[in-house]
């Protein structure tokens, strides 16, 4: 294989996952020497999704009218769109603005109820993109080809999904501990370009103690597992 054409992009999150790319330290030297950043806001001065990308890291949800644009473009142009963090993963963080409801609600809030003086709201969509009804997760808009969880995901984690890339071998987010939300389980093999197999629910990865049905005595919250450590005694 060639040198990798990498690219991350940036929708809505904040920036915490790049954060994380750049926590690889070292490795980011080993990199350079293996592969070309042809896309990256907060890294590289290319405005213009490029064509004939291999791989991208996509950190944040889809929150406005750029944002959806863009990871259109990501697709269409991407062999291996990887969901980078939880908010592009579950919208997380990025959609907790959902509850107020669509987004002329968001925008009265911000803008009219909690603006002294209030107004006006933005309306030019060359300066403020058009905010989305609803932040929804990159896979809700797009083939995603593999999920890293995390808020953010360890650089180590980032690294060690890079490795097996640049490598050509398969990415078996099982053995990276990537467990979350029953996605994960996904094989990647650039050289014979993107796989997205259908995932039928029974070949889901199960939560031990949730989706198996049984208790899990090391995670909070089990039933099962007793009172917090921190949860004071219950009052007599
Ligand atoms: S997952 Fe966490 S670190 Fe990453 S963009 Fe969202 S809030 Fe920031």
């Given at each position: ?10 929708l ?8 994380s ?10 990199l ?33 009218a750029?944002h ?5 473009t990501?697709?269409?142009r ?39 003086p ?12 058009t ?106």
């Open positions: 294989m060639g040198r990798l054409r990498l690219a991350t992009a940036w809505g999150g904040c920036s915490g996952c790049h954060m790319f750049l926590d690889m330290d070292e490795f980011l030297l080993d350079a020497d293996l592969a070309d950043l042809v896309f990256s806001p907060p890294l590289v001065d290319t405005k213009v999704y490029p064509e004939g990308v291999d791989l991208v890291l996509v950190e944040g949800a889809v929150c406005n750029e959806l644009a863009l990871i259109r990501i697709r269409r991407t062999r291996l769109v990887v969901a980078l963090g939880d908010c592009a993963v579950t919208g997380n963080v990025s959609a907790i603005r959902n509850v107020l409801g669509g987004a002329s609600a968001v925008l009265g809030r911000s803008y009219l109820e909690n603006c002294d209030p107004g006006p709201i933005p309306s030019d969509p060359d300066l403020v993109p905010l989305l009804d609803r932040v929804v997760p990159v896979h809700a808009v797009v083939d995603v080809d593999l999920f890293l969880p995390g808020c953010p995901p360890s650089g180590p984690t980032i690294r060690a999904v890079l490795e097996k890339v640049i490598a050509g071998e398969p990415v078996d987010p099982g053995t990276l501990g990537l467990h979350f939300g029953g996605y994960g389980r996904r094989s990647l093999e650039l050289d014979g370009g993107p796989t997205r197999p259908e995932w039928p629910s029974r070949d889901r990865p199960t939560r031990k103690g949730r989706d198996d049905g049984r208790a899990n005595p090391d995670r909070p919250g089990d039933p099962d597992r007793g009172p917090r450590q921190d949860q004071h005694p219950p009052e007599r």
